[in-house]
């Protein structure tokens, strides 16, 4: 068999512009001497880093409204797989969550409503990109007992397959990320649905996807813990894409123990399930032995961490197909995490994050494996202004056999504060990704794909209650 993801001229051309951008921007990352770096406005770009601001309960409204363009709207790629071309032109869309948390001593609740659509003006069509909800809860079950509960849904009118999705207009703190126990997303066990993007609109397949974790952490010394996890996630497609409709469940267990104030030794082990309606599944064993490092230290004019984890992942296919892919029944990955962060003397920070690892996603019938390196640069441009710029990729393998895909994405975003509650805001991102032919064809998708916007548009923030 013979692919076409060799071929990156293009994702070389992009990263080195994002590279030349990400330099560029990094000059500026020192405020000049005398200026203040202390933004006016805390709540519409959200807490400061470090910031020790709490509010006992909200209720937050958050909104964008835009418009834009985009030379591939409905990401239909180099020789589509379903009727209608490709088709470039320009769009309005608007996106909203209203999000609830209240806290307390010992726990802390929240709860999450987002959708988003867009009106594509060449075809006057509305467009739903996705509608979903998040619920999270925390509480402190002893002064050593930690219960943490999440459930998600998503529904999608269209449905994107690649698992790297540009980021949405909406600021980060959408997603409730200091409410999820951060355990539960370690290297090789993958939590279920992700969270849903207003830029990859992708086939035309409607989807609806849950998925719920709990976790339970236990203090037994100063120095070490024990913590258990149980999860499940279901993908439903309907009746037509069978092969790909799953469920998944999963469990593991970890004993953490300092080794010192910067290192920490990891043993465990969890089990993953995949099946679909048609009989097929593949079944993970994770051996979750390896060590957590994480250091900051000083080095130029701020703060700089390196954190690097380790661990294995070995999955068990009770079917094979080894036309085209690979024959083993055991497939054993090494997976892994690497973050280098450094955050300026102004609320500036610099990131590179490398993970290996080895998931089930959505809408793919087989365990995906790969590598993927990401690299961000945000910070303040005055006291009005943030400016955040991404550059990723991500190369690996669907069905563990050999590299069958690669994508990459760069995004670009400027913001400019009005009132406490108002931004405008302009965005530019660029998309590409590479699949295998006969990858493509089991996903119904084009297999080539490249695709370039700019949207500009308001940001609106309204404390609801406090």
Known sequence: MTTSVGRLGRPSRTAALAAVVLASLAGAAAPAAGQSSERPFRGLFGRLPGSSEVRPQSLDFTASLFGGYDDDIFARGTGPREPGRRLGGTYVGGQGVLGYERRTEAARFSATALTAFR??????????THHGLRLGYVRSLSPRTTLALTQRAYYRPYFSVVPFAAPSTLDPTVVDEDVIDPDIDVPGMDVGAGGPDDV?????????????????????????????????????????????????????FRY????????????????RTMRNRLGRRTDNHDVDVGVNYGRPFTFGR???????????????????????????????????????????????QAQVV??????????????FSGDRVTASL???????????????????????SRRN?????????????????IALFTQYFYYQYDFAPELADQLIIAPELERQG?????????PLAR
Do not use: C, K
């Not at 700019?454 to 309204?462: D, E």
């Open 354 to 367: 490398y993970v290996r690892s080895v998931a089930f996603l959505d809408g793919l019938s087989e365990p």
């Open 454 to 462: 700019v949207r500009a548009g308001l940001t609106i923030w309204l």
């Open 256 to 271: 953490s123990y300092n080794l010192t104030e910067y290192a920490s030794l990891r043993l465990g082990y969890g089990y």
């Open 200 to 252: 990859t609109l992708g086939v035309r397949r409607r989807g609806v996807t849950y998925a719920g974790t709990a976790s339970l952490r236990r203090a037994l010394t100063p120095r070490s813990s024990l913590r258990f996890m149980a999860g499940y996630a279901v993908a439903d497609f309907g009746s037509s894409f069978d092969q790909v409709n799953s469920q998944r469940y999963r469990g593991s």
């Open 378 to 400: 945000g910070g303040w441009l005055g006291r009005r202004t943030d400016v955040l710029v991404s550059a990723g990729y991500l190369t690996g393998s669907v069905g563990l």
């Open 302 to 348: 701020g703060r700089t961490t390196f954190s690097v984890t380790t661990g294995t992942a070995m999955a068990v296919r009770d079917r094979l197909d080894a036309e085209g892919g690979s024959g083993d029944r055991f497939v054993l990955r090494a997976v892994g995490t690497a973050a280098l962060r450094h955050d300026f003397v102004a609320p500036w």
């Open 405 to 421: 895909f690669d994508t990459l994405l760069g995004s670009f975003r400027l913001r400019t504060a009005l009132t406490p509650n």
């Open 119 to 128: 009106w594509v003006t060449d075809t006057e069509e509305l467009v739903p």
